[in-house]
């Protein structure tokens, strides 16, 4: 079973997810948070796999809760839950260690499959939505602020040039990863095998200092590989 906590200051919004959730034989909705404060503390109370997590909550917001959750257990998978077109600040939750992001307008269908993606480990990177998201954010010079927040920086020990370290194929395979396209994908665009593609984007990780596929595709349009537009 996966363990899920949702994190969200709206009665209606939790109530509806856990119900859908609960539906599904694989998914166990394990608590509840009104803010982020309490995420915080039911994610260490409870240890659930993945963490839904509003960005706008009282006392604590979203953005802070997931790098403080991420900050204590690098291992937690925290999924974002936005607006998309309200929240401003998206691209900060997925800096701060987010791995991934789903809309709250999404199906019962796409919310358990977002939630078993970000639990087995992977990124949820959907081409359709995060390349627009990527892209439009990495166009802003400062990304608007929640009230008592400071903009995070990158914490990547490669800094904004450690690419450099990279192979050409591996930099290559980085580019298509914040593109959004999947280990397949890759595998169809560079014409090898797709566990040749799983072993690139691991080197890529471990070389860069980074977590997931999501922080890959954020270093991928900050290091200016892909220019946005």
């Not at 363990?3 to 119900?19: H, N, P, T, Y």
């Not at 599904?24 to 503390?41: F, K, Q, Y």
């Not at 690419?163 to 560079?190: C, D, K, M, P």
């Amino acid at each position: 079973m996966i363990k899920v906590l949702i994190a969200d200051d709206q009665m209606m919004v939790r109530e509806g997810f856990s119900v859908l959730l609960g539906a599904m034989p694989d998914i166990e909705v394990v608590g509840e948070a009104v803010n982020g404060l309490e995420a915080i503390a039911k994610t260490r109370e409870l240890r659930p796999d993945v963490v839904l997590m509003d960005i706008r909550m009282p006392e604590l917001n979203g953005i802070e809760a997931t790098r403080a959750i991420v900050a204590v257990d690098e291992g937690a998978k925290v999924l974002v839950l936005t607006t998309f077109d309200l929240d401003e600040y998206v691209y900060q939750a997925l800096r701060a260690g987010a791995s991934g992001f789903l809309l709250k307008d999404a199906s019962a269908r796409q919310l358990a499959d977002g939630v078993r993606v970000v639990a087995s480990g992977d990124a949820l990177l959907a081409p359709s939505v995060t390349r627009r998201l990527i892209t439009e954010f990495s166009k802003l010079a400062e990304v608007p602020k929640l009230p008592g927040v400071e903009l995070y920086r990158s914490a990547s020990p490669a800094g904004a040039g450690g690419y450099g370290e990279l192979t050409e194929r591996e930099t290559e395979v980085l580019v298509l990863i914040a593109q959004g396209l999947s280990n397949v994908e890759i595998a169809e665009r560079l014409v090898v095998a797709e566990s040749t593609i799983k072993t690139h984007v691991s080197r890529v990780l471990v070389k860069l200092g980074l977590r997931d596929r999501t922080q890959a595709a954020v270093f991928a349009y900050e290091a200016r590989l892909v220019t946005p537009g």
